[in-house]
């Protein structure tokens, strides 16, 4: 079935060292986004991927960044994991006609990151 | 920028109806969407609207009122599981063209037999 692939589901990592958590998707959607959700709280948007083009939202730290070899695998890096970033990333992917119309966004799993 | 609120919580009994309110403020609105998640799970669609009005589908039907800046979702015949939190997102045209969706806090809804 057409899908959005994240890996791992959990991922454990240090304090200061770098973590990649990757994305995939079967749906071929020109758009693909990487959220952060902190518990009760909304998802909120890190960046996303127009195409190739990346586009980074104002308030997200400079700790996190983004990588898209191509349509199908996206990737969010965090340089330097704090305390403060454990929480479940969610990718979603969305086929952008330009038009406006209902492009849905489709969310993976989520991957939920635990800092020690 | 864009303001979503959203009741926090609600409770409702198994096989009642209930509404769930979401008032927003954007300038670019470009549609609204509401998506279901379950603790510890992604958030999964459920209803879009753009234009003024009732969407249904099943159990489940969305409002819009653009000039009022109001939407809701409204659930029929409640299920135990449809325990869970209800996010609403609005979708905004900012300048430049590019296309924004930002999501609400949720209302984290309790079914009770």
């Known amino acids: 079935d057409a899908m959005v692939i994240q890996n791992p589901r959990y991922q454990v990592t240090q304090f200061g060292k770098p973590v990649t958590l990757s994305c995939s998707q079967t749906l071929n959607h020109n758009v693909m986004y990487w959220y952060q959700q902190k518990s009760s709280q909304a998802p909120k948007l890190l960046f996303h991927y127009y195409d190739k083009d990346f586009n980074n939202e104002a308030d997200t730290p400079d700790n996190f960044q983004s990588r898209r070899p191509n349509t199908s695998f996206c990737f969010l890096d965090i340089r330097s994991p704090g305390l403060g970033d454990a929480a479940m990333y969610l990718c979603?992917?969305?086929?952008?006609?330009?038009?406006?119309?209902?492009?849905?966004?489709?969310f993976g799993p989520g991957t939920r990151l635990l800092v020690l | 920028g864009q303001n979503i609120d959203q009741p926090t919580e609600m409770t409702a009994t198994e096989g009642a109806i209930v509404q769930i309110n979401c008032t927003y403020q954007?300038?670019?609105?470009?549609?609204l969407f509401w998506y279901q998640q379950h603790a510890g799970e992604a958030p999964t669609f459920l209803s879009y609207n753009v234009l003024d009005g009732l969407e249904e589908k099943g159990r489940f039907s969305s409002f819009l009122s653009r000039s009022k800046g109001y939407s809701y979702l409204l659930l029929k015949e409640l299920q135990m599981k449809d325990s869970a939190s209800y996010l609403c997102a609005v979708r905004d045209i900012l300048p430049g063209g590019y296309q924004k969706v930002t999501f609400g806090t949720g209302t984290k809804l309790q079914v009770i037999p």
């Open positions: 954007t300038s670019g609105f470009n549609g």
């Open positions: 979603a992917t969305s086929r952008d006609r330009g038009s406006g119309g209902s492009e849905t966004q489709y």
